[in-house]
């Protein structure tokens, strides 16, 4: 067994704060809101919150409960093979209190649930629909489960309204089968995410990649690549990080420099934005990207 690699000094991080930051904080206490950003300690929570250079704040949410159907190997959610049934007054009560919570752009995030005929996918295009419904400004994306290809249960993400269809590929190819969970596959991503486009063109889809997992520069440049191929129009990269002793170990802790040289190769390959930093996650500062794309 090897040792574990040191932490290095660009990952160590304190949580920051700015007045906006503070005041989304100070609202969140009063409603039944659990945003990913707060419970996973997210040190991005201060850029994304804030909105940056033109104030549209990110925040991400999850759906359809705490426990998974699936394993990754990546991945600290907890699994079970029947999880609780779903909420029903989930999708409405979401939009209220995001409606009163008032973020720019809001990441809908959700656990797998192979358990249920359509996987979830009625209840996540419900959850935007309600959302819309209530905050006609607001700009949500979807960080989408695979729904194992099913084209019907794309379908009802992609044609619910929603501005972004984001479902990550994780890692590359040849690493897939020991990082993901097995019903999740490569072929598989790309293919919901040319779908996803397929469906509904006016749709931004969206990407991520972690990297030190032991892939080789080769390997990033072909999944981005075959992402560009399946016609993704933003990727982002991050350093994985290994959540307890049972997950993954970090092969590498790849370096800022190396970071930026791959968001230089993905405006080569003409993405829209590409998000790469060590510590880079699918939503990273999303609403601000994606309303600076829009401004180019
Ligand atoms: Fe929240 Fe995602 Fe930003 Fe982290 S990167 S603060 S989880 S929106
Ligand atoms: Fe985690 Fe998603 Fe894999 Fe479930 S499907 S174990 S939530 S990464």
Redesign the pocket.
């Known amino acids: 067994e090897s040792e574990r690699l040191r932490l290095p000094p660009w990952l160590k991080t304190s949580i920051p704060t700015g007045s906006k930051f503070g005041a989304l904080k100070e609202q969140l206490r009063s409603m039944k809101l659990s945003?990913?950003?707060e419970e996973?300690r997210?040190p991005?929570?201060g850029e994304?919150?804030s909105g940056g250079k033109n104030g549209t704040s990110?925040?991400?949410i999850m759906l359809m409960g705490d426990t998974c159907t699936r394993g990754c190997m990546f991945c600290s959610v907890k699994t079970s093979r029947a999880p609780p049934p779903l909420d029903p007054d989930e999708p409405v009560n979401t939009a209220k209190a995001i409606h009163e919570w008032g973020v720019g752009y809001i990441?809908l995030t959700s656990v797998d649930r192979d358990d249920l005929p359509d996987g979830g996918s009625a209840h996540f295009a419900e959850t935007v629909r309600q959302i819309k419904i209530q905050s006609k400004e607001i700009l949500v994306e979807c960080l989408s489960p695979d729904f194992r290809g099913d084209r019907a249960c794309i379908a009802t993400v992609a044609a619910s309204g929603l501005d972004v269809f984001a479902h990550n590929i994780e890692t590359v190819e040849r690493l897939t089968p020991f990082v993901r969970d097995k019903r999740a596959g490569y072929r598989q991503t790309l293919k919901v995410l040319s779908t996803a486009k397929e469906i509904n063109p006016d749709l931004l889809t969206k990407s991520s990649i972690m990297l030190g997992l032991g892939e080789t520069d080769q390997q990033v440049e072909q999944t981005m690549k075959d992402l560009k191929s399946a016609g993704v129009d933003c990727v982002t990269l991050g350093q994985y990080m290994q959540p307890t002793k049972r997950h993954l170990k970090v092969h590498e802790y790849v370096t800022p420099t190396k970071f930026k040289q791959w968001e230089e190769y993905g405006n080569q390959l003409g993405f829209l934005y590409t998000a790469s930093g060590p510590l880079v996650?699918s939503?990273?500062?999303?609403g601000e990207f994606f309303i600076a794309s829009l401004l180019r």
């Open positions: 945003t990913v950003c996973a997210c991005n929570i994304c919150w990110t925040a991400t990441v996650r939503s990273y500062r999303a």
